[in-house]
């Protein structure tokens, strides 16, 4: 009875090391950053490698709020043809009100869920 325990037991272990021996899932971490009317910062942190900063310029024609909304759109819809899951927001520093130079700063958390 103790023999078969044991095996039962090994088994059990040996089909649950799988589960154990899941990697992490893969995280970016992209900072914006809108300056009002003069652009839009994309900062992006992948993990084991320097950030990376690009600038998208405004010119004063467009209607700030419009471009911002079509960028964010092209970043989120990049990440998700990758395989990335948005899995949070974090608001770290909003225009204050009645406030007009547009400046505000927020972070998005992608997570691509690791293959099984």
Sequence with gaps: MKKLFVVASCLVV????????????EVVAVTLERHGWQGLFVITARGGGPAE?????????DDEKKRVAE????????????????????????????????????????IKPPKS
């Design 14 to 25: 040996l089909g649950c090391e799988s589960a154990w021996a899941q990697q992490a899932p």
């Design 71 to 110: 960028e964010y759109q092209k970043l989120v819809a990049a990440y998700y043809q990758q395989g990335y899951v948005l899995q949070g927001i974090l608001p770290e520093n909003l225009p204050s009100k009645g406030s007009s130079d547009g400046y505000a700063t927020s972070t998005l958390l992608f």
């Design 53 to 61: 900063r690009q600038e998208i310029k405004f010119q004063l024609k």
